[in-house]
């Protein structure tokens, strides 16, 4: 029954992993808001996936996953009097009987009771390590938030943080934290920062995204459920960038791409080019600030420390070979160019038309 159950849910997932997807281009193309596609997506699932092996008693007989015996359509459907979310999910049940049925009948015959004990337990086990992992990082969270001094930054009371965030904290009562890095940028820069983060408090995104997460911990074996997460992640983010523009902030402020390299040498490289600096003409002129050689365990510790502290999901770290040079050039532009297409619209820019005259 097991086996049968999840095989079922899979495809299941995957029809509405395809038309949330669909969805999801059409809303984009009409400007409007897709967090919603993908969280209607995900509760669909969740709560199909829980009507499939209902046994529903009915004129015809309980379907048995097991023998896959399918409801005949002498099957008696809830009357008039019966409450309409009710009425709904029984006849989305009627709807899936025969083609799961006929979906599942090859694996319900074959897999034995002894491996559905199996996938059965295995499934209660990654459902409860994905719950303590969960529990145990919002706890970690939490405890350090509370270890984060609190600063007034524009007029809004901010957590800062040594080098998480931004991000919102919390569920129910979200905190917005800040890196402490933020104090070093424009006062411009701040307050984009901070409108980002009060729309995601103001429509609740922190919640959304756990309940979200809740549907993984339920179905941990459907890959349509992951799936659809990362994309419920990136529909809140995209959602939360289209408010905050339309709000008033320019998307020429709001829209800086960032991309940080780090060219990475050899100590044989180094140590060459050390020398050549030493002997060119302009060494009297260079700066005499102390070297740290790649070799030494001081370097690791400080490359260590650079990721650690400044290596965001919005602009990581890039690593480039720079023992040669040219080579180490091309990387680079491939990699901003990589970047930049990542970041910029493959669609020309519609006309804006402003006092009759087109832009």
């Given at each position: 029954?097991?086996?049968?159950?999840?095989?079922?849910?899979?495809?299941?997932?995957?029809?509405?992993?395809?038309?949330?997807?669909?969805?999801?281009?059409?809303?984009?193309?009409?400007?409007?808001?897709?967090?919603?596609?993908?969280?209607?997506a995900i509760s669909a699932i969740v709560v199909l996936t829980m009507l499939l092996p209902i046994r529903r008693a009915s004129n015809a007989g309980p379907i048995h996953i097991g023998t896959?015996?399918?409801?005949?359509?002498?099957?008696?459907?809830?009357?008039?009097?019966?409450?309409?979310?009710?009425?709904?999910?029984?006849?989305?049940?009627?709807?899936?009987?025969?083609?799961?049925?006929?979906?599942?009948?090859?694996?319900?015959?074959?897999?034995?009771?002894?491996?559905?004990?199996?996938?059965?337990?295995?499934?209660?086990?990654?459902?409860?390590?994905?719950?303590?992992?969960?529990?145990?990082?919002?706890?970690?969270?939490?405890?350090?938030?509370?270890?984060?001094?609190?600063?007034?930054?524009?007029?809004?009371?901010?957590?800062?943080?040594?080098?998480?965030?931004?991000?919102?904290?919390?569920?129910?009562?979200?905190?917005?934290?800040?890196?402490?890095?933020?104090?070093?940028c424009p006062p411009e820069v701040q307050q984009v920062v901070l409108a980002h983060e009060r729309e995601h408090l103001r429509a609740r995104d922190p919640l959304l995204l756990a309940l979200?997460?809740?549907?993984?911990?339920?179905?941990?074996?459907?890959?349509?459920?992951?799936?659809?997460?990362?994309?419920?992640?990136?529909?809140?983010?995209?959602?939360?960038?289209?408010?905050?523009?339309?709000?008033?902030?320019?998307?020429?402020?709001?829209?800086?791409?960032?991309?940080?390299?780090?060219?990475?040498?050899?100590?044989?490289?180094?140590?060459?080019?050390?020398?050549?600096?030493?002997?060119?003409?302009?060494?009297?002129?260079?700066?005499?600030?102390?070297?740290?050689?790649?070799?030494?365990?001081?370097?690791?510790?400080?490359?260590?420390?650079?990721?650690?502290?400044?290596?965001?999901?919005?602009?990581?770290?890039?690593?480039?070979?720079?023992?040669?040079?040219?080579?180490?050039?091309?990387?680079?532009?491939?990699?901003?160019?990589?970047?930049?297409?990542?970041?910029?619209?493959?669609?020309?820019?519609?006309?804006?038309?402003?006092?009759?005259?087109?832009?």
């Amino acid at each position: 029954m097991i086996a049968a159950w999840m095989l079922g849910s899979i495809v299941l997932g995957a029809v509405i992993a395809l038309g949330a997807l669909a969805l999801d281009a059409a809303s984009r193309a009409a400007h409007r808001s897709v967090r919603w596609t993908w969280a209607g997506a995900i509760s669909a699932i969740v709560v199909l996936t829980m009507l499939l092996p209902i046994r529903r008693a009915s004129n015809a007989g309980p379907i048995h996953i097991g023998t896959v015996t399918t409801v005949t359509s002498g099957a008696a459907l809830p009357d008039a009097g019966t409450p309409l979310m009710l009425r709904a999910l029984a006849t989305a049940r009627s709807a899936m009987d025969a083609p799961f049925a006929q979906l599942v009948r090859p694996v319900a015959r074959s897999v034995s009771p002894a491996a559905n004990q199996w996938l059965l337990g295995g499934w209660i086990v990654c459902s409860l390590a994905l719950l303590l992992l969960g529990a145990y990082v919002l706890r970690r969270l939490l405890d350090a938030r509370r270890s984060w001094p609190v600063e007034s930054l524009h007029g809004e009371r901010v957590r800062v943080a040594p080098s998480a965030g931004p991000a919102v904290m919390g569920f129910v009562r979200g905190a917005i934290v800040v890196p402490c890095w933020l104090a070093e940028c424009p006062p411009e820069v701040q307050q984009v920062v901070l409108a980002h983060e009060r729309e995601h408090l103001r429509a609740r995104d922190p919640l959304l995204l756990a309940l979200g997460a809740v549907a993984v911990i339920l179905l941990p074996w459907n890959p349509a459920v992951w799936w659809m997460l990362a994309r419920l992640r990136l529909a809140v983010e995209l959602d939360c960038d289209r408010r905050v523009i339309g709000g008033g902030v320019r998307a020429r402020d709001y829209g800086t791409l960032l991309v940080k390299l780090f060219f990475e040498v050899s100590p044989e490289v180094q140590d060459r080019r050390l020398r050549e600096r030493a002997l060119s003409p302009w060494a009297p002129l260079l700066t005499r600030d102390p070297v740290v050689e790649v070799r030494h365990p001081e370097y690791a510790e400080a490359l260590h420390q650079l990721r650690q502290n400044s290596d965001t999901r919005w602009s990581p770290w890039r690593i480039i070979d720079g023992n040669d040079d040219a080579q180490a050039a091309i990387a680079a532009l491939s990699v901003i160019a990589d970047a930049w297409a990542e970041t910029m619209p493959a669609e020309p820019p519609r006309a804006v038309r402003s006092s009759g005259h087109a832009a």
